[in-house]
């Protein structure tokens, strides 16, 4: 049985600590490769090239902060939660974010399958 807030604390503590440094490569290896994504903008993204974009394109200097809200087992070796995010940029406004995220466990480790964020009022 999976632990599935465990897994999610586990993915999403290794995705800030490679987003807080900026480490695209380390970011987009975190995702598997025909992954959905949308992050701030409307654009919808598939797979790890358009998720390497995607991250090139943060400003260096930006950070996260990211709790797990919720998580469910989805099936076998497979789970799916929320999470409160806060981007801070190096100067601004915080943009406080919610993000719902699908992740499995493949022979490479969990690897996270969708990734939405949408702004929190």
């Known amino acids: ?14 995705w800030r600590t490679a987003f807080d440094a900026h480490r695209v490569d380390d970011i987009v290896a975190l995702f598997a490769d ?22 090139e394109h943060v400003p260096a200097g930006m950070t996260a902060e990211v709790e797990v809200l919720r998580s469910r087992t989805v099936g076998p070796e497979a789970v799916a939660g929320f999470a409160a995010v806060t981007f801070r940029p190096r100067s601004g406004e915080p ?6 995220v ?6 490479t480790g969990w690897r996270i399958r969708q990734y939405h964020v949408s702004r929190a009022a």
């Open 1 to 14: 049985m999976v632990n599935e807030y465990g897994a999610l604390a586990e993915i999403l503590g290794a």
């Open 95 to 100: 943009l406080p974010v919610r993000l719902s």
């Open 102 to 107: 699908v992740a499995q466990h493949l022979d």
């Open 34 to 55: 025909d992954a959905l994504f949308q992050g701030l903008s409307p654009q919808l993204l598939e797979g790890t090239a358009q998720i390497r974009t995607y991250y």
